[in-house]
Nanobody, 120 residues
Framework: QVQLVESGGGLVQAGESLRLSCAVS????????MGWFRQAPGKELESVAT?????????DSADSVKGRFTIGRDNAENTVYLQMNSLKPEDTAVYYC????????????WGQGTQVTVSS
């Protein structure tokens, strides 16, 4: 089992920054892929960015966040973070951290989500 707990959400103005953290615990292996997802009201769940837990190398990110959001891993804290800069009102959503055991299995571990609200 893997446990994921997100933190760092909040209310900010457009153009400001936020850093989301996902605390990872349990039986996680180097093969795991970690992802940040988001869901805005009335919209489908969207993949934001993914990273290899073992290498710490980002594996994918949505076009809408390229150049603004950075996914990374903090080895000392055993967390995965999402640094969000130049936030826009359209970034408003509940953000979720998720994990899957390989690149071809479904994401089967999810955090509870953290709300990010960006005002114009």
């Amino acid at each position: 089992q893997v446990q994921l707990v997100e933190s760092g959400g909040g209310l900010v103005q457009a153009g400001e920054s936020l850093r989301l953290s996902c605390a990872v615990s349990g039986r996680i292996r180097s093969s795991y892929i970690m992802g940040w997802f988001r869901q805005a009201p009335g919209k489908e769940l969207e993949s934001v960015a993914t990273i290899s837990w073992g290498s710490g190398i980002s594996t994918d990110s949505a076009d809408s966040v390229k150049g603004r959001f950075t996914i990374g891993r903090d080895n000392a804290e055993n967390t995965v973070y999402l640094q969000m800069n130049s936030l826009k009102p359209e970034d408003t959503a509940v953000y979720y951290c998720a994990a899957r055991s390989t690149t071809v299995t479904p994401y089967n571990y999810w955090g509870q989500g953290t709300q990010v609200t960006v005002s114009s």
